[in-house]
């Protein structure tokens, strides 16, 4: 079983739309939850984190987090194609059981069609 | 601020050679982290390290060797390449786990 598990998409939504992205994840005691933007071709780069269960918010993006139903999705309202990336979902302190590593989901793929 | 620098951007290996995959931070950041990414998959950990002469194991270390004699490098190391260690490597940084880690640009490797 897959300790962070995504659906890989791909995932098309028109332009203006919101896409929604989820996450599950194996181990309880994860503290620390991050979304990263990956462009084909190049590095990751961080878009949100979120610590405590609830929503954060940051401008179009929303992360909402539920500990109890081990979850974390990634919300984001107006899709523009600029949003066309993998997003991989990103949680700390599973594996090995050390707090030191983060564990990648496999990434969705999303498309925002024009 | 240059961030996290890596060299080579790509290289060509031969099965059996060795090469060393230099990374290096500008912020300071204790902890360094080097990832390798096969196609359509996330980020698979290697190694880290929490700071100059502390190195640890992360899930896919097999094959690879690392070092930490500075704050600023964390060198991978490939000592006899085979065709499974085709990949992108990235390495990362952070000043804690709990915190953002920065990515450098990578290095793209292919084994024949």
């Known amino acids: 079983q897959k300790e962070v598990e995504q659906n890989s998409g791909p995932l098309s939504v028109p332009e203006g739309a919101i896409a929604s992205l989820n996450c599950t994840y194996s181990d309880r005691v994860s503290q620390s939850f991050f979304w990263y933007r990956q462009y084909s071709g190049k590095s990751p780069e961080l878009i949100m984190s979120?610590?405590?269960?609830g929503d954060k918010e940051d401008g179009r993006f929303t992360a909402q987090l539920n500990k109890a139903s081990q979850y974390v999705s990634l919300l984001i309202r107006d899709s523009q194609p600029s949003d066309s990336a993998t997003y991989l979902c990103a949680v700390n302190g599973l594996s090995s059981g050390s707090a030191r590593q983060l564990t990648f989901g496999s990434g969705t793929q999303l498309t925002v069609l024009p | 601020n240059a961030g996290v620098t890596q060299t080579p951007k790509f290289r060509i290996l031969k099965i059996g050679q060795s090469m060393t995959l230099q990374c290096t931070q500008d912020?300071?950041?204790?902890?360094m982290y080097w990832y390798r990414q096969d196609p359509g998959m996330g980020l698979k950990l290697i190694y880290y390290s929490v700071g100059a002469g502390i190195t640890d194991k992360g899930e896919v270390p097999n094959g690879y060797n690392v070092s930490r004699s500075t704050t600023e490098d964390f060198p991978l190391r490939l000592e006899l390449a085979a065709p499974s260690q085709t990949s992108v490597y990235f390495c990362a940084s952070s000043f804690v786990p709990e915190e953002t880690q920065y990515f450098g640009p990578g290095t793209r490797l292919l084994v024949l």
């Open positions: 912020m300071n950041h204790n902890y």
């Open positions: 979120i610590y405590s269960n």
